[in-house]
């Protein structure tokens, strides 16, 4: 389905009896590799005679497309009995929580639910018969809606602190699962739910228990959470039911410059508030990114949902999707510009601001939408995800577990997202006049060109350094048959970000000139955005991560798909961050059918 068809398209809801895994069959990956890429190692603990265990070897394709940890992984899980190349994610041993980290000031906390054994029960999804719960923009609440949900939060907040329903408890969630309070179940790897394929459907699940927990609590079956659908014009600031300092959705921590500010996606701390004629361009950049995020990951999930992850396996400092990184930013943009960043800017304290919910609710959308873009089809058919475990605490007092299978769609947990023009879904053209007049305009500066080389084999300091390098493309000139079988990714290759602190790089893609580079940065292809977590490491080596980026629509925009070669630049933002390499590389797209 196109953008534009999605914007004006009725799309048929799914039932609860109607989920979309019972028309796939459940199957192993299949490696989305470019056939042209030669096998490679990961770095392991050598033998005496300086080679690797044959059992270490692992396709350098894999490494790069989603299983980041599992070389590090292998040898791990060999030793305790699991196996490195494939399990769905179980529940965790509730006996067994321990401290968690706030990676930001390294203290450990106390993130542990209040309850260490329970008769875990099996999730049966929500009756077709039941009533749908429809989310309404936060903007379009009528007064009505808005006393019902203050009334909900202040009954959440008066519960007593031990309550799992209560507000501290339920926000308590979000660090149990980003900051390491568990083990994944009969392993020392630290359980975590950000930087890969479990962040969308864990979150689902997240708003979903506390949206019934909250209708429980003042009586309304049909209760339903407000989205923040900062993907429109409309939405592009913060909603004003979270801006009134006497009621109970504020939250005095955020940044006091933004409470009636635009929003702009490439927003960095402390960065300026746009103004004047700024904020019509700023609002078109951020729905061009949108636009671009959803095209370039249409025929490849990872490239939005996240990178794979299996049991066993430790999480990479970033296996983030386009919507997870862009999720991020509005996490630093809302919260306060300096460190701590508490609430809103770090995982240990982000879901204490209610905001969290109606930020969350609309990256949920995000999926949504994402979901019907591809024709409602699953993004991803792999054993290991559908049948992935999270537990929850539920609006009926009881310890449950989930699957993801059963959250592919809104409709299947019967809740959905009232709908509203999507003015983002036909703007591409527009967004290439734009980025085309802003380059006459620049006149005689693109004659002031500069060498620019590769980007050779040290590693690079991104935090007080712009970078352009030039980069060698697998093909040129690719047929839209070809365009169809395989992504053009663009590969930022082991970042790293010190300890649990908080960075941003923006990259940009642009054309040489016979080996030479004009001044403006060319295209936005998207950026690299971590806020403050806790240690995913405690029990082993760190691993480093990469970025991966799509570019196939972006070769299109700034006409460039016959050149040979392409000039990455990476433009520091915010934080420390060193990097390795930058490839470019084809990934052959799984059968959707």
Known sequence: MSLSHLATTTIPSATAGDNPFHRIKSVQPRVHGSKRISYTTCQQKQNKDGGLPEEHVVDRRNVLLGLGGMCSATATMGRQGMSALGAPLAVPDLSKCHLASDGETQKQVNCCPPYSTANIIDFQPPSSHELMRVRKPAHLLTPFEVERFEAAITAMKNLKPDDPWSYMQQATIHCTFCNGAFDQAGTKTLLQVHGSWFFLPWHRYYLYFWERILGKLINDDTFAIPYWNWDTPQGMKMPKIYTNEKSTLYDGTRDKNHLSAALDYKYAYNDPNPVGPEVDEVMM????????????????????????????????????????NLHNMMHQWVGPPVSPYYNMGNFYTAARDTIFFGHHANVDRMWDLYNKFRGGKPEFKDHDWLESEFIFYDENRQVVKVKVKDSLTPEQLRFSYQTQKLPWTDIGRKCKKVKAAKKRSAGGDELKLSPVSEFGSQTRNVSTEIIRAIVKRPKISRTKNQKEDASEVLFIRGVDVPGGAAARFDVYVTKPIEGFVAPDLGELAGSFVKIPHGNHFSHHTEHKASLELGITRLLEDIEAEDSETLVVTIVPRHGKATIEGIDIELFDHEDDD
């Open 285 to 324: 950049a951020n729905m061009c990114q949108i636009d671009r995020m959803f095209k370039e990951s249409k025929h490849h999930p990872a490239l939005f949902m996240g990178k794979p992850l299996r049991a066993g396996q430790p999480v990479p400092t970033n296996a983030s999707g386009s919507c997870e």
